[in-house]
């Protein structure tokens, strides 16, 4: 109980001036909880509202992908650059240090692997989300897939235990094969997966229409990086999804199979959150790539 004898009483409640409210930059989120908010805060840059995550659970089906063979010496360095990472839970709590500070999207569905039939999966448990603090949970949801069905059912599933803990479920659009990555299709994908209640979607940049898929979807988009590309390709790849109204990258190999990944992550930033042009950004990457050769030697 305070002391309250000589308590200060109660009077600067600044009376005739409006609350100040100020709501989330991202759209989709004005009827969100708290929470989801706070999470979402945490996802996205507070300045610039958008978003550079740093994909690294390509091993939970590809195994020991390159660039990955080692995560503690190749990515740990570059989490500090990062305003988010996605991870299984087996390469957080191995090779993550718990002090890294950075706000986790956690991959949250499992169930085969590049030497069966990708996207037969199941989800984690979400009491395990909670141990580890995630910010935004992420299935795989393969719209047009044979298994359709199931991962759709992991992403209700998904979005049924995060409304319970206010935290955002990331769906991730999760292409076959003899799918095209075209605008219909894309558009058709994020679209499903936001009226199933996805917080945010990660999708494919497509060259024709992408601002379509974008405004179709009522979430905010962030982009996978796909296969690896020369630097300056996947920069202008990055320019253009977010010109088109993406709010940030969720990339992977075009970071770390980068010639040099450390520059690679900060000239993304420099597109995703400063709005620098492609070959602004690509002599960024030079530059530094240069820096540290120097210093290397
Ligand atoms: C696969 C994923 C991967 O994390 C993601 O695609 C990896 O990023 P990149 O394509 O940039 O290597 O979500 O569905």
Known sequence: MPDMEG???ASDFCVG?????EGSRL???ENADWGVKF???RIFNPESG???MLAFDHGYIMGPTSGLERMDLSIVPLIPHADCIMCTRGALRSVVPPNSGKPLALRFSAGSTILTELNDECLADIEDAVRLDACALAPMVAIGGTFEAKTISNLAKCVDYTSRYSIPTLGVTAVGKNLARDARYLGLATRVIAEN???????YYCEEG???VVAGCPVPIVIAGGKKLPERDALELAYKAISAGARGVDMG????????PRAMILAVRGVVHKGMKPDEAFEMFSDLKSDGEKAAK
Request: charged fraction near 30%; charge should be positive.
């Open 27 to 29: 759209k989709g989120l």
């Open 253 to 260: 190999r075009n970071i770390f199979q980068s010639e040099c």
């Open 197 to 203: 209640g996805a917080t945010f979607v990660k999708t």
């Open 210 to 212: 992408f601002e379509k």
């Open 17 to 21: 001036e409006s609350a100040k409210c």
């Open 39 to 41: 999470r979402m805060g």
């Open 7 to 9: 308590n200060i009483e």
């Open 50 to 52: 958008n978003t550079v």
